[in-house]
């Protein structure tokens, strides 16, 4: 069985963190930030951090339209908060116009900039996660939440009664970030997928 190569996209937010829970969980993994990188990953991993800045440097790469077009074609993706907001269909609460996160459209589904609060906000509880075994420390720091899901995506996790996790396909979102904790089952479940 090859090793699938990730890429996590190197923008902003949590790289080295992201690269490092990718290799522990069996993947070959190396940072992207140029179209050629891109092109030379089987999968991506979009990281927290702030989705606005995110997507103002996405176009100013001139990766944004690359990107979009990669997922539209079945690329796999994970993204961790601002990761989710950008790998959503619709994002609500998206910014200052000129300065809007941008929605990839990788997954169906409407998403909540900041729904949690702010920084001061920001929680830890364990949660059921579905496909993984025992609950999962989530760390939420100025997270989305989700409020609408397509027919054809299936939610992992809620907290507070809100969606903070889903799948569609070979994508992955969650609203807080597993990178931070050293629990590598969320990134070794979408590795696994890419294998499937």
């Known amino acids: 069985m090859s ?3 990730v890429g996590v996209l ?4 949590d ?6 829970a990718l290799r522990e969980a069996g993947a070959e993994a190396s940072t992207v930030r140029r179209l050629s990188e891109l092109e030379a990953v089987d999968a991506l991993v979009i990281p927290g951090g702030e989705s606005t800045a995110m997507s103002h440097l996405l176009r100013e790469l001139d990766l944004l339209e690359p990107l979009r077009s990669r997922l539209a074609d079945g690329m796999p993706a994970y993204g961790s908060c601002a990761g989710m907001i950008l790998l959503a269909s619709e994002i609500l609460d998206a910014g200052v116009a000129g300065r809007d996160a941008t929605p990839l459209k990788g997954i169906d589904m409407t998403v909540r900039r900041n ?4 920084q001061v906000d920001s929680f830890e509880d364990d949660i059921a996660f579905e496909g993984v075994d025992g609950p999962v420390h989530a760390v939420f720091i100025r997270a989305p939440w989700v409020e609408r899901v397509g027919p054809q995506v299936q939610v992992l996790a809620e907290a507070g009664g809100h969606i903070v996790a889903v799948r569609q396909g070979k994508t992955v979102a969650t609203a807080f970030h597993p990178e931070m904790t050293g629990d590598r089952r969320i990134h070794k479940l979408f590795v696994d997928l890419l294998t499937e």
């Open 115 to 118: 729904a949690f609060g702010r």
């Open 10 to 13: 190197a923008l902003q937010g």
């Open 3 to 5: 090793t699938s190569h």
């Open 15 to 20: 790289t080295r963190e992201h690269l490092a």
